[in-house]
Nanobody, 119 residues
């Protein structure tokens, strides 16, 4: 089992920045890729960004260069730096971990952290 604990959510004005962090513990040797998803009320949960254990990253189109994902394999953490935030970025952000490189299957989820962007 792997436990994921997120931190760093909160309320920010449009144009501001937030940094989300996720700490993994447990059977972390099984994890290949980690990433962030988000879910707004009444909407599906969407991938925001993901990064492999080799450092390859990919982003959703809506990120449009505003966010940066990073991973510290020594500390078993993954972070998401979010800049130029927009009200439509408001959602619960979930840390995710997968035993696959492509995150085709999400094996573990964090509890989620709320991000609210005011206009």
């Amino acid at each position: 089992q792997v436990q994921l604990v997120e931190s760093g959510g909160g309320l920010v004005q449009a144009g501001g920045s937030l940094r989300l962090s996720c700490a993994a513990s447990g059977s972390i040797f099984s994890i290949s890729a980690m990433g962030w998803y988000r879910q707004a009320p009444g909407k599906q949960r969407d991938l925001v960004a993901a990064i492999t254990d080799g450092g390859l990253s990919n982003y959703a189109d809506f990120v449009d260069g505003r966010f940066a994902i990073s991973r510290d394999t020594a500390k078993n953490t993954v972070s998401l730096q979010m800049n130029s935030l927009k009200p439509e970025d408001t959602a619960v952000y979930y840390c995710a971990a997968s035993t696959t490189q492509t995150m085709s299957v999400i094996d573990y989820w964090g509890q989620g952290t709320q991000v609210t962007v005011s206009s």
